[in-house]
């Protein structure tokens, strides 16, 4: 949507370990990335590092930037550019305005949301969507699609959705926010507590009684056979999550009805994952839901299979999809490409506005 803009956006990539500074230009990475350590005790040191990189990344381009914008875990009061209290950054209970303290820094325009909104966006804009878009337009079919729901499989269970390229905020900022939704092994609980790392871990321990301190990395590779461990524990743990997926998608599903794709570092388990994220869907959404990831998947899903009628007491004809689809892949850009790429162009659509 962007590609041949020549406005330039700073933008941030915010982790708990270090922060990474950039500048995107066409919807393409213009300078080298600044990585300087993230502070999470000190307002004033944290707000110094946020400083330096932004001018360190000024001071590299070649035109003047137009915005800064980035993604930033919550809670926070994103409109307002509020970052409230984050379990691994204490120094921000309370809230504290970064956005407003950068728009003063920099003079320039400062947009903040949450990574599952941004990277939702980013592959609405230019990943997932238009490149499942162009493969049905090259394959003969007639069928478009406009909506996406983009969810991230880490530390938590992130979410977002853009419908007809806007992307849902929600009038309390907590638009799109699967992750709150029940959790269907303990309704007690939301559904992130099934969709994470801490419960791929959990749920291996349960399963195989190793008590190992082992990573989701570790799990998989047992699950693969690479390392020593118990296999079907680990293909098991893997299934679980995409039960749980499967219960908060079919719900965010019937609302939205579009594209899913899915980034974050536990995406890479997906083999593992997809089989039981489309048998949890099975009877509860209008449409079919086929894996992307696989070559059979990707056939049903170009396949057109509209067909013609005729208008009664006319010569002209219109196109019948009875059959109703959707998908869901893998992001192919990268998680935090997208999630950089939707800062990008959420801060000039909102410019634009």
């Known amino acids: 949507m962007y590609e041949n803009d020549s406005r330039t956006v700073m933008t941030l990539d915010a982790g708990g370990t270090n922060f990474v500074f950039t500048a995107i230009r066409g919807c ?31 001071e590299a381009l070649d035109t003047a930037p137009v915005a800064i914008s980035f993604a930033f875990p919550g809670p926070a009061d994103y409109e307002a550019g509020i970052i409230g ?31 599952g909104n941004l990277f939702a966006y980013g592959e609405a804009l230019a990943g997932t969507l238009p490149e499942m878009n162009a493969r049905l337009e090259a394959a003969g079919s007639s069928v478009r699609y406009k909506n996406l729901i983009g969810l991230t499989l880490g530390t938590g269970f992130g979410a977002g959705v853009v419908t007809d390229s ?22 007690s609980k939301i559904a992130e507590e099934s969709v994470s790392i801490r419960a791929v871990k959990r749920v291996y321990r349960e399963l195989s009684g190793d008590c190992r301190e082992l990573s989701p990395k570790d799990i998989f590779e047992i699950a693969d056979g690479i390392q020593d461990g118990d ?11 995409g039960t749980a997926i499967a219960c908060a998608l079919a719900h965010a ?4 009805d579009g594209l899913v794709v899915v980034g974050g570092g536990l995406s890479g388990a997906h ?18 839901v086929v894996d992307l990831t696989t070559e059979d998947g990707m056939n049903a899903f170009l396949k057109d299979t509209a067909v013609e009628l005729r208008v ?3 010569n002209r004809t219109v196109l019948y999809h009875s059959e109703k689809k959707t998908g869901i892949a893998v992001s192919g850009i990268g998680t935090s490409t997208a999630v950089s790429l939707g800062a990008y162009a959420y801060a000039l659509m909102q410019i634009d506005k």
């Open 253 to 256: 599903l019937d609302i939205v």
């Open 166 to 187: 806007v992307l849902l905020k929600g009038d309390n900022g907590c638009g799109g926010d699967v992750w709150l939704m029940r959790n269907i092994f303990d309704i």
């Open 231 to 241: 296999r079907e524990a680990a293909r098991g743990s893997f299934a679980r999550m």
């Open 28 to 58: 393409r990475e213009v300078v080298e990335p600044i990585r300087l350590d993230a502070v999470t005790d000190s307002v004033a040191r944290c707000l110094e590092v946020l400083t330096e990189g932004f001018s360190r990344v000024k």
């Open 312 to 314: 009664p007491g006319s």
């Open 271 to 288: 083999k593992y994952i997809f089989p039981s994220i489309l048998e949890g869907l099975k009877g509860w959404l209008q449409m079919d």
């Open 85 to 115: 209290d984050l379990p691994n950054f204490p120094c921000f209970r309370g809230g504290v305005p970064i956005g407003p303290y950068l728009a003063e820094q920099f003079n320039l325009p400062v947009f903040i949301n949450n990574d």
